[in-house]
């Protein structure tokens, strides 16, 4: 009886440095996902401010300068949903590290690049590993953190990052291009990512081990056996849908071209209609191949879901109507109002602040609430700050008009998107959590794309009917794609309108 109280005690005294263990581990495995979330995000905006100086190093020409960001664009947002499902059947672990070392690689070389090819080659490529990693950082993110309140408030705190990646990505442009180099802008991936890939070999689980639900640490082995206490989940036999990825990436590949050019040459041009049209039927014979197959690259069952399918809408239609701004603000603020690349990150600072504020906010707010008022009063929110900037002029000062709008515009952007990564993966089954993760970055990304190419399309047309000087014909075509922002925005009310007025799990 002694030994066995002594036992017992004994082992409950070693219960909390194992639990302490678990936490530790835990925290550095959310870094380094989060980590790697910001810097694939930071990419897509970060080489924003230094255009200039690459075109005047590089020798771009003023039409392929664009590649800079497109081929970035292009390449990540294709081939999202085959790293979903990739990472599904032949394991998230293995395609992170790959998908980070290879993105890690190519900001290596980018940054030495003695020629414009030489800096889109690598831009590609930084777009393949962003898409094997990208959809595996979420689903790593479910699978391992599986305790409801847990799970909620990494995915907010994924959700914020995505998010507030594209008005940092212009902070630290402006810092890394103003102080040192365009070139930094790519080098400062290399010491993150090498960081990203010795974290998760050595902390990453195999598989997504609860990290909190048990009080025994995952990596933790039973005396007895030399498996580990928690067994990896389950996977799905190895067989990639092949048909399904070469249409969806085909498809989305198209479907983006399409829209880089629509925002290039405008929708009348004939090779804009082409590819949008390849795109379009690409995607339905997708979708009928996805109905067909036993193991389908995208199951359409997640979006049978009522609440799931109206997430997955508004991450199509919001990053249509909010991540315009940064575009059109940028180049308010340097051609109009004179601003240096360093002024104009920093201009972005409330919106970064806010999206974060509401990071905090929402693992408390979606218990109690919901999704529905939580996501109306976003939308509502990011709504007012896109109609307060239809009100820009030539002579507007950043306080007091601006500074509201970038307020609202972060705190909207912050309630309206935040919850729907919560809402689309706290439910989704492990087996799928990549396809699932996978299918919403691509909303997102295709969005944001296709909402740049129309609100671009409308400033274009706006700019030359509006005469009088070039700052008033840019003020002009500005505040025109605004309000076609405000109508994309409201669309997004509607559909928020839709969500089942039901709490999440406590």
Sequence with gaps: MERSLSTTMSADTRVPAISSAGRLRSGIVLVTLLTCQLMIILDITVMNVALPRIRTDLHFSTTNLSWVMNAYTLVFGGLLLLGGRAGDLFGRRNLFIAGTALFTLASLAGGLAPSATWLLVARVVQGIGGAMAGPSTLALLTTTFSEPKARMRVLALFSGMSSAGFAIGLIVGGLLTEWLTWRSALFINVPFGLAVVVLALRYLPD????????????????????????????????????????????????????????????????????????????????????????????????????????????????????????????????????????????????????????????????????????????????????????????????????????????????????????????????????????????????????????????????????????????????????????????????????????????
């Design 207 to 506: 598989a997504g081990l609860d990290l909190r639900r048990s009080r025994v640490s995952p990596w933790s082995r039973s005396a007895a056996s030399s498996e580990p206490v928690a067994p990896a989940a389950g996977r799905q036999p190895a067989r990639l849908d092949l048909p399904g990825a070469v249409t969806a990436t085909g498809g989305v590949a198209a479907l983006v071209y399409g829209f880089i050019s629509a925002a290039s040459h405008g929708w009348s041009d004939a090779g804009t209609d082409i590819w949008l049209a390849v795109g379009a039927a690409l995607i339905i014979a997708f979708l009928t191949i996805e109905a067909r197959t036993a193991q389908p690259l995208l199951p359409l069952r997640l979006f049978v879901d009522r609440n799931r399918a109206a997430a997955y809408a508004n991450m199509f239609l919001g990053p249509m109507a909010g991540m315009s701004m940064f575009f059109f603000l940028t180049q308010y603020l340097q051609e109009v109002r004179g601003l240096s690349a360093l002024a104009t990150g920093f201009a972005f600072m409330p919106t970064a602040l806010m999206m974060f504020t509401m990071i905090r906010l929402i693992p408390r707010l979606l218990p109690r609430f919901g999704p529905k008022p939580v996501t109306v009063i976003g939308t509502l929110l990011m709504a007012a700050g896109l109609v307060l900037l239809t009100r820009l002029t030539v002579d507007t000062d950043y306080f007091p008009m601006l500074f509201i709008a970038m307020i609202l515009m972060g705190s909207g952007i912050g309630l309206a998107f935040s919850p729907l990564n919560v809402i689309i993966m706290s439910s989704v089954a492990p087996t799928e959590a990549g396809a699932a993760g996978g299918a919403l970055q691509t909303l997102q990304q295709t969005g944001a794309s296709l909402g740049l190419a129309i609100l671009v399309t409308i400033f274009g047309t706006a700019a030359r009917d509006a005469g009088g000087s070039a700052h008033h014909a840019l003020v002009g075509g500005i505040t025109t794609a605004f309000a076609g922002a405000v109508v994309i925005a409201a669309l997004t009310f509607v559909v928020a309108l839709t969500f089942r007025s039901t709490r999440t799990a406590e």
